[in-house]
């Protein structure tokens, strides 16, 4: 039986994992651990889950805390593709790696200040943005793989990110925007900044502030 998340994402609240949070409390002693819950939460919201005695289940894996780090296993859905996440302190940053054993790929990113997700009261704050900054980095990308790893994805979404971002270059403004806003993948791919130029370039009235990352999608 799937785990029911109760349709709210982490970053919206959800009362399941303020129950998580204020359940676990005896467990958190730093704010890397809980960050790490927050990372937990995420992978949840994108359909990974945590599989126990072929239980399903959205409380922390036991045994997460290890020699190498925070470790929290996955499986993608119902399906036997497996991921991990590993969260651990370099110095003053926060480093979360997510891998994806059968296609033996990995996606990271670093957090440089902990401090800004976790505040005096050892609350976590700043959430829709830790959820921006993992889900684009790591976690969207790790449920990508997991779901070509398992067949799941069909039609353009199959293809890696090259190829679509050349599909893009052919483009013309309208078609970049309409396709982008069809799945957060192709979002992410088509606010590339060398196919804005291409089209600032090839179109003298589009006038967009590239380097201050001025978002196209709002211009239009």
Known sequence: MA???????????????????ESAKKEISSATELIA??????????NFIVREQNIEKREIPSSWKTSAGIVFKYNYKNTDVQAQI?????GKFI????FIPSASESFTVCLKQGDEFVNDNF??????RLATIFKSQVGEKMQHKSRLVAGLERGLLQLPDDVIHLLFTFMDYKSVIRLSLTSSRLYELGMDKSIWRRLCKINKGIH?????LQDPYTVF
Not at 37 to 45: E, K, N, R, T, W
């Open 86 to 90: 590993t969260i651990f302190n370099l």
């Open 123 to 128: 609350e976590l704050v700043n959430v829709k």
């Open 37 to 46: 819950f927050a990372i937990h939460g995420f992978m949840l919201d994108l």
């Open 208 to 212: 967009i502030q590239l380097e201050s």
């Open 3 to 21: 785990v029911d998340t109760g349709g709210k994402l982490v970053e919206e609240g959800a009362e399941w994992f303020t129950t998580l949070i």
């Open 95 to 98: 480093q979360i790696h997510g």
